[in-house]
Structures are given as structure tokens and as C-alpha cells.
């Protein structure tokens, strides 16, 4: 195998473990690692670790990675669903510093993998003989259920991205039945994937023991028991367990029509062994009634290869760097190519670099650029021009779009020397970044305390000094619209004396960045005084976090040369916006205050007419079109 000119990362995530290895050539996996989830509180930690734990020149030659994630992959925000981990994409490849990061669903890497499976990978059980050029299904038990498939095109296939773990259980005999009934006292909606996983199988276990004095026990352990200690009860469970994957898998054939046979992964079956091709499974497989026929020629196999998502994610990076390549070719690096011999010398230079450092040239000043290229820096707008672009940020956004597909989101530094385009390129693309990184950081637990806290109180008091002032301001605007009475107190002689009538039924809001606010930290003494409880949006670990009955953090650096808080209020007017979407989601469209005509008659540009006679008054700026349309909406 020829190496790649610089090795890739690899992994796996599941609910209990993250999986790394690095990929050195196609198909070639080292330094293959397995790293509790629990261990770490996030995946970039997670990844860090284990990068960490690689030869220094090792980790820093990687820039490519492909993530397999045992959760829904749609667009950016990836959040886990067996886990509290969440991610952005783009955001994540940039503080791991990567040129491309793909992130896709585990069993979508899977099923990629199945066509390059040998005999050895692999283990039939049953009859059936697979047709070429065939559908392929895949159905695997693990800490969930994954299913995906595979559909054949005339270069390769394409992976199907599902969800069927989630389709609903239907019992087959009176055992199943009694498992449903059991299932069903816990769960409202009861899945496949409820019965066929790790957790699954626990509830099976407990199901069929009720009432026969079976002890709790883990998955492993009854698995264990089943096969090598003869336990009555726990081989029930493993049977059941067994018949209900072949009528989850019969009836991933049949909606499939996968005559390219159906593969078993995840960590579960492979555990069973021989044992396996004896239970119940394919009996259950082929008992499709008048079709079963039709399913006892397709075969089922169990995946029996130690990195088979390992190869299934391997070969998705691929075809992704194949097709950017393709796409730079036809986009702003393949132009530089076309015109580079029609460049003067020093042009030449230029076009050099960028070809050679795409990435970092879209976050270089133009000072960095020049110096590279060992050129001056009108050479280098002279270069952008000649490619028809305005000047360097023009040529920068038609560099980014031709890379990713959209404009990368990065924090960069605002210099003397950048033009006013490049000003506002700048300030807007570092704006977008923290509001990734805030959105990240949110934490569920604390939004839906606070929104908790919000909805119950009688009236709702917002404290903020300086610059977030008008974060309190837009806060009393929005609740009010909805009929919560509440006040903005934004001078601290007010603040205290506020805090001294609130009452318990009451909630004191306070807003501050640093969270170190003397005066505003009095305030949240004063109302514990009174039993008000107080919410704090703020930052992480700062005094007015740690005296806050609820907490939303807002980590944001601002950069200290600008002197004014630009960013950090934009983030505090969102989470404004959060809560208060929140609030009326929870008290009800309905309840929408409507103000009188001359208090809200300045919030709109053009004069109010006056409605006809009986008619119902709409909010500032509301569009009628939707109950929930007041919400996103802002006064001008």
C-alpha cells in the first residue's frame, strides 16, 4: 500500500467508548486506542488525549480526520444521543486544528465497510447466497441499535443514513408479549432499539425474571452466565434477545429488498459466539409468512472484523478528499493553476504559496502573506486582482467557499492594516465564532431549570450595569410583550433597593461578562436574603456564578483593545432570546401581552393606522402569520 502523504485519523464513537487509531496508508491502522467516555468531558478532550498520547511528530503531521458517531448526523451541531457530548463540525476542525474533519453516523461508516469485507471478516449464519450488485442491509446491537443499507450505483454505493433502530417492537409470541408489557410500564414509546442493545438486553433480563427472584445484572454478565454458566433465566434472555433481532433483521430484508444479504455488527453478537448460529435467530429471520420464501435466499452474515467502522469512515474520507479535489480544481485553486505561467515572477510566488498553504492563508494578514511568498504586499492584492477578485478578503471568502463548501468559522485578529472590507470580514466571522462556541457550551440542564424558574415567577426583575444595560433593557421588552410584569434596574443606587422588596415568588435576573460586578453581587445577596432565587447569565466559575441558584455561562474573551463589549452583548441578547421563546413556549402563545397603541406606536418606522372596529391589535414588529412569529421578532 502506498502511505499517505500525511496519515489520518480515525475514529469511533460510541456510547461507552471512543475508539482512535491513525490511518497511515488505505486500510492500514495503528496505534488503535480505546478511551472510556466517561474519562473525559467532552469529544475534543477525548481526542486530545489520545493525540496526546502519539509520537509529537506523529499527531502534528495528521490533517485529515473522519469521525464515526453513534448518533443522527445533520448539517453542523452534532449531539449525541446515548451521551451528553455535542460538537460544531466546522468548529471542531478548527481548534483541532485539521484541514478536513468528516463526521458521520457510525452505521453509514459500517455499511461502507461491508463490500470490502473478505470470507475471514465475516461469519454466514443460515442459508442464502448474496447477488451481486445487491442491496445490502446492516443491523447491529450495541449501546443502541444502528440500521443502515446500502444501495449500488455504477461507481460504488451509496449509504443510507437511518434511523430504524427506532421503528416500533412487535412481539411474535407470548414471551415477547410479556416483555412488551413489561417495557411498555417504562417506557412510552417501546423501539427495537429499547430491546436490542446493551440496556435492552438488561430490560429482557428483568422482564423474563419478574417474579422468579433473578438478581440485577449487566448486560456482559448475562450474556456470560448464558453461555458459559447454564443460567436458566439469562439464557431465556439471550434467546429472546436472539429472535428478536431475526424479526428486526426480516424486516430490514424485506423493506430493503436486500438480496445483497444482511450483516449483524455492533459489540453484542459477536459475544455470543457459536451459540448464535444456533439460537433462534434465523428461524425467526425466515418466519415472514407468505414471504418467507422470499427471505430464505438471503443470506445473513455477522461481522466478525475487529475495524470494520474503522474502514467504512476511512473510505467516506476518501471519496470526500477526492471530490474536494476535484471541486478545488474547478474553484479558485484550480484557477491559480490555470493562470499561475500567465503570472508575472513575483505573482508567481504568491500563487505558489497559496496553492502550497491554502488553509493558512485564508487566516494570514497580508503582511504574513508577503513575507512567505518573499514578495511586497501590493504584489500580493496585484495577485488576487489578477484573479478577478476585488483584493485579498474577496479573494480570501472565494478561497474559503472552494475548500468547505462554506465560509470557515475562525476567530482572527483585527490589525491597522486591514481595509475596511477586510474590517468587517473580520468582525462579523469572529461574532459567528462565539456564538458557535456559546452554543456548544449550553449547557440543557440550566436552560430548562431556568426556564422552569422564569415561567413560575410573579415577577421577574433584570439587573445589569454599563454596556449590558441594554441586554436588560431588550430582557424587560420581551418578557412584557407576554405579560410577565418585569423591570430593567440598571443604575446601582436603584439595584439594592429593588432587591429589598422582591419577594420569593419573585426572580432576580443579573447579567454580567465577568461576573465580579461588586454592586451587582450585592444584589444577589440581598435577594437570597428575601428567599428570591437568582439567575445569573455570566461566566464559568466567576463569584456570581457560584452564588447563582441557576447558571448560564457565557465564556467570552473580548479582545481588550476595542473597549467595548461588543461580542459578549450580542451573546447575552441570545440568551435572552433563548429564554424568552423558552418562557412562552411553556406559558403559551395566548398569553402575549398586548400593549396600548400610543406605547408602542415609536418601535416601528412607519405609522400605525387604526385597526378596524373589533379587531384584534397585534405586538410591535409581530407578524400575525404564526403564534410563536412574535419571538424572533426585535424593536428597531
Known amino acids: 500500500m502506498t502511505p499517505f502523504e500525511h ?122 447466497e448474496a447477488r451481486e450488485r445487491s442491496v445490502i442491509g446492516v443491523i447491529g446491537a450495541g449501546t443502541g441499535l444502528g440500521v443502515s443499507g446500502l444501495i449500488p450505483t455504477a461507481d460504488g454505493y451509496i449509504a443510507l443514513g437511518t434511523e430504524g433502530g427506532h421503528a416500533s417492537f412487535a412481539p411474535r409470541d407470548e414471551r415477547e408479549i410479556a416483555i412488551l408489557r413489561y417495557a411498555a410500564r417504562q417506557h412510552e414509546h417501546v423501539s427495537f432499539e429499547r430491546l436490542l442493545s446493551g440496556p435492552g438486553l438488561e430490560l429482557i433480563y428483568r422482564a423474563v425474571s419478574e417474579g422468579r427472584g ?4 449487566a448486560a456482559t454478565e448475562i450474556t456470560r452466565r448464558a453461555i458459559d454458566g447454564g443460567d436458566a433465566l439469562c439464557l431465556q434472555a439471550v434467546e429472546a434477545f436472539c429472535s428478536i433481532l431475526g424479526t428486526a433483521a426480516g424486516n430490514l430484508a424485506v423493506t430493503l429488498g436486500a438480496f445483497g444479504g444482511i450483516y449483524i455488527g455492533g459489540a453484542i453478537v459477536p459475544r455470543l459466539g457459536e451459540y448464535f448460529e444456533r439460537s433462534p435467530f434465523r428461524a425467526r429471520f425466515e418466519d415472514k409468512g407468505r414471504f418467507s420464501d422470499y427471505v430464505r435466499t438471503i443470506p445473513t452474515f455477522v461481522v466478525t472484523a475487529d ?25 479558485v485553486l484550480g484557477l491559480i493553476r ?124 433584570f439587573f445589569a450595569v454599563g454596556h449590558y444595560g441594554v441586554v436588560a433593557d431588550d430582557a424587560q421588552l420581551k418578557f412584557l410583550r407576554f405579560g410577565v410584569p418585569s423591570m430593567a434596574v440598571t443604575e446601582h443606587r436603584l439595584q439594592v433597593l429593588t432587591a429589598n422588596v422582591m419577594r420569593p415568588t419573585d426572580v432576580a435576573v443579573i447579567i454580567s461578562s465577568s461576573g465580579q ?102 405586538g410591535p414588529g409581530i407578524s400575525t402569520a404564526g403564534p410563536l412569529a412574535h419571538l424572533t421578532a426585535h424593536s428597531r
Open 7 to 128: 496519515p489520518r485519523l480515525i475514529a469511533d464513537i460510541g456510547g461507552n467508548y471512543a475508539r482512535f487509531a491513525v490511518e497511515a496508508a488505505p486500510a492500514v491502522f495503528g496505534h488503535v486506542a480505546s478511551i472510556p467516555c466517561a474519562a473525559h468531558p467532552d469529544f475534543h478532550s477525548a481526542v486530545r488525549a489520545y493525540l496526546g498520547s502519539l509520537p509529537a511528530a506523529l499527531a502534528e503531521s495528521i490533517e485529515h480526520a473522519a469521525v464515526a458517531i453513534a448518533n443522527p448526523v445533520e448539517g453542523d451541531l452534532v449531539r449525541m444521543t446515548n451521551y451528553h457530548w455535542q460538537f460544531s463540525i466546522e468548529q471542531m476542525r478548527e481548534r483541532l486544528g485539521l484541514q478536513t474533519l468528516v463526521v458521520i453516523n457510525d452505521f453509514t461508516a459500517l455499511a461502507m465497510a461491508l463490500p470490502r469485507l473478505s470470507n475471514a471478516q465475516r461469519r454466514q449464519v443460515g442459508p442464502g
Open 214 to 217: 433473578g438478581e440485577p445484572l
Open 307 to 331: 475495524n470494520a467502522t474503522f474502514a467504512g469512515a476511512s473510505a467516506i474520507l476518501a471519496e470526500q478528499l477526492r471530490r474536494m479535489d476535484a471541486q478545488q480544481d474547478t474553484a
Open 338 to 461: 490555470r493562470v499561475r505561467n500567465k503570472l508575472s515572477p513575483a505573482e508567481r510566488r504568491v500563487a505558489d504559496h497559496v496553492l502550497a498553504h491554502p488553509r493558512p492563508t485564508l487566516s494570514d494578514p497580508i503582511a504574513e502573506i508577503a513575507r512567505a511568498a518573499s514578495v511586497s504586499q501590493p504584489t500580493v492584492i496585484r495577485f488576487c486582482r489578477s484573479l478577478g477578485c476585488e483584493g485579498l478578503s474577496d479573494f480570501k471568502l472565494r478561497l474559503a467557499s472552494s475548500l468547505t463548501g462554506t465560509i470557515p468559522v475562525t476567530h482572527t485578529q483585527v490589525t491597522g492594516e486591514d481595509t475596511m472590507l477586510e474590517l468587517g470580514v473580520k468582525v462579523l466571522g469572529n461574532t459567528a465564532s462565539a456564538i458557535l462556541q456559546v452554543r456548544d457550551q449550553l449547557n440543557r440542564d440550566a436552560i430548562d431549570r431556568a426556564i422552569d424558574l422564569l415561567t413560575a415567577a410573579e415577577r421577574v426583575e
Open 517 to 618: 460586578v461588586e454592586d451587582l453581587l450585592a444584589v444577589a445577596d440581598k435577594a437570597h436574603e428575601r428567599g428570591t432565587p437568582v439567575l445569573a447569565i455570566t461566566a464559568s466559575q466567576s463569584p456570581l456564578a457560584k452564588k447563582a441558584d441557576v447558571a448560564i455561562i457565557v465564556d467570552h474573551l473580548e479582545d481588550p483593545s476595542t473597549h467595548v463589549p461588543m461580542i459578549s452583548r450580542i451573546l447575552h441578547l441570545l440568551v435572552i432570546d433563548i429564554l424568552a421563546v423558552g418562557v412562552a413556549m411553556r406559558r403559551g402563545a395566548e398569553r402575549v401581552a398586548e400593549l396600548p397603541r400610543e406605547e408602542i406606536a415609536g418601535f416601528d418606522e412607519a405609522p400605525l393606522e387604526a385597526p378596524p372596529p373589533g379587531a384584534r391589535r397585534a
